[in-house]
């Protein structure tokens, strides 16, 4: 299955070409340190390398000689068995790649595809000639870095070490992203750099984020100077711990990364590329903090907005990605897959191809049964599973996940949480009907669940035990930078407005801020349920018909005859199957929309 080993065995080199402009800000240039190593089982399928049109590779080291591969036993997706030959998901996606790429070089043929994925939709297939590459950044560069050895190297540039000559970091030693012009062969390349640089400037001020100083260009290259972190990546700690992480252990990794991407995505930045090698320690030492690096595949995105472009690494990819309608969501899919090779060395979705990883992400189950999970605590093995879960809607968000009870600290700070203003939204807009269920549902929620509502609740500053919509203005606000200007995070205010006329106490903000969707991932759902259908039974359900309850859920005529079965034909009220279904919020395919 591909376990993490520090064992040295000979590796296939893949090119080393992370995305676009993914090159790590710091590490060695040792052959652990390098993310681009392609799996044994796919170089033996290929003919000894990994193909050129290759979405993704292993970066992990395989425990077997060269050219065995692994057992398929050992692969948590088992074996699937279909009457016929599935359409592989791959092909609209390399698709997808090949038109990011544009054309092939005359120099060496057709380009590697950006190491385990870097690709969008989009663009591509103008040549040079016309492409505006000015960045309009200093051209200073020489006269304020001495420049030193490379540290770094990918398909699109490098990253070296470097001295500042002058003004704040005189003495101070750097790392420099040299980033090719010749490489960006298309708009969407050019744009990628220009957004990176954006965002690296913007997101400032978190200590698991990688410190941005300055942009510089010149003629033949874009210099990006941020801070050095010299410890390595996460994947050599892993390899040097024989693969995997003790629990505790990982729960201190695994806090910094949910910090760090909670931090982002309040601010309107989905990172679209966290993996092991994305993540540096500051320097070797054991406790030394980590940094998020790479933002070269990032993007700013609006509260309710959908992105579809194909974009992040294969074995990290979340299930919506490749169906081409995601948000912030699918940065906790690929945490849930980090979390996992932590606890156990092994990847959850693993295959000989990209066709077949692909797959195993959109259908196969993670395993929980080999070694070393029956001797994981429940909590983490809870905490894996609701990151990987396939319905986006479902999965904890970064701030949720840092109150989970594996990592739960009471000692620990809270961050805000942008889907409590969603949920918040959607509330106050919802029929007073489906509000009186959504209350009968928050007094059934459980201790556990309540700790996140009251870490939120406190966040926004409440007033005699009341919240307005100044309370939530005045909240975001004390969390703003440049990036959330950017990406108008604030816009969802606008949406809010009817707040501005009420209060909302803390048992209404529970009923206002709670997700049915996440609620049915747990495995007291049922309890949860039967408890607030009795609650509803007492103060919310009443007389409905099957037109007005249509009308509730925004269904037409045509959903007529499958809304009778909701209701009761005793009283003609919800039975507690449509109770469920309503709170669900069911409609015709409606989950399925793309934006």
């Known amino acids: 299955m591909g376990h993490c080993c520090s064992k040295s065995t000979p590796v296939v080199n893949t090119d080393e070409s992370p995305t676009v402009n993914g090159v790590s800000t710091a590490g060695t240039p040792s052959a652990t340190s390098q993310p681009h190593y392609a799996n044994s089982a796919v170089a033996a399928a290929s003919g000894g390398a990994t193909p050129l049109h290759s979405f993704a590779a292993s970066p992990f080291q395989s425990p077997l000689p060269a050219g065995v591969a692994p057992s398929p036993a050992r692969t948590p997706g088992r074996k699937f068995r ?26 060496g043929g057709p380009e590697p595809i950006p190491e385990e994925g870097g690709a969008a939709v989009g663009g591509g297939g103008e040549g040079e000639r016309g492409l505006d590459k000015s960045f309009g950044y200093p051209k200073n560069f020489g006269a304020k870095y001495d420049i030193g050895k490379e540290i770094g190297r990918g398909h699109f540039g490098h990253t070296c070490f470097a001295k500042g000559k002058k003004g704040e970091l005189k003495g101070h030693s750097v790392a420099v992203k040299i980033i090719s012009k010749a490489k960006m062969t298309t708009a969407i390349a050019i744009e990628d750099v220009r957004r990176e ?28 100077v941020m801070e050095l972190c010299e410890g390595g990546e996460l994947l050599d700690r892993i390899l040097a711990r024989g693969g995997r992480y003790m629990e505790e252990d990982a729960k201190t990794i695994i806090v910094q990364i949910l910090s760090v991407v909670s931090y982002c995505h309040l601010q309107g930045v989905v990172h679209r590329d966290l993996k092991p090698e994305n993540f540096l320690f500051v320097t070797k030492d054991e406790d ?63 295959a000989r191809t990209e066709s077949g990883i692909f797959r195993s992400v959109l259908r196969a189950d993670p395993n929980f049964d080999d070694s070393p999970w029956p001797i994981v605590t429940p ?86 035990g009341c919240v307005s919509l100044e309370n939530f203005r005045a909240a975001l606000m004390r969390n703003t930078t440049d990036a959330m200007k950017e990406s108008k995070v604030s816009d969802i205010l ?90 669900h919020g069911v409609t015709i395919r409606s989950s399925n929309t793309r934006h």
């Open 494 to 583: 606008n949406l809010m407005d009817p707040l501005s006329y009420k209060r909302m106490d803390f048992e209404e903000f529970c009923a206002a801020a709670i997700s049915t969707y996440q609620l049915e991932a747990l495995e007291g759902w049922e309890n949860i349920a039967s408890s607030a259908f009795e609650y509803f039974e007492q103060e919310g359900n009443r007389v409905i018909s099957v037109e007005e309850l249509a009308q509730e859920l925004n269904l037409g005529p045509q959903a007529h005859p499958l809304l009778k079965d909701w209701i009761r034909d005793s009283d003609r009220k919800l039975s507690f199957l449509g109770f469920t279904k309503f709170l």
């Open 288 to 350: 030394t903090p980590m940094k998020v690096i790479d933002f070269g595949l990032s993007d700013f995105i609006r509260p309710d907005q959908r992105l579809n472009d194909i974009v992040g690494s294969a074995y990290y990819v979340a299930p919506e990605v490749l169906h081409r309608s995601y948000s912030v969501e699918a940065d906790l899919w690929s945490i849930g897959v980090i979390t996992y090779i932590l606890l156990c060395g092994s990847r959850p979705f693993w």
């Open 379 to 464: 909590e983490a093995k809870d905490f894996v599973r609701r990151l990987l879960n396939k319905d986006h809607r479902k999965r904890m968000t970064a701030a949720q996940a840092l109150t989970h009870p594996w990592l739960r600290d009471e000692n620990r700070a809270v961050p805000l949480d942008i889907l409590i203003y969603k949920l918040v939204k959607s509330y106050i807009r919802a029929t007073p009907f489906k509000r009186a269920a959504l209350k009968a549902l928050s007094k059934a929620l459980t201790e556990d669940e309540l700790v996140y509502l009251k870490a939120q609740f406190r966040l926004l500053d409440p007033k005699n």
């Open 82 to 107: 279909w009457p016929l030959p599935p359409p592989s998901p791959a092909k609209p996606i390399m698709s997808a790649i090949l038109r990011r790429r544009g054309p092939a070089r005359e120099t």
């Open 197 to 224: 640089v954006k965002i690296l400037k913007a997101l400032s001020g978190h200590n698991n984020l990688v410190k941005f100083h300055d942009a510089f260009e010149d003629a033949n290259n874009v210099y990006i």
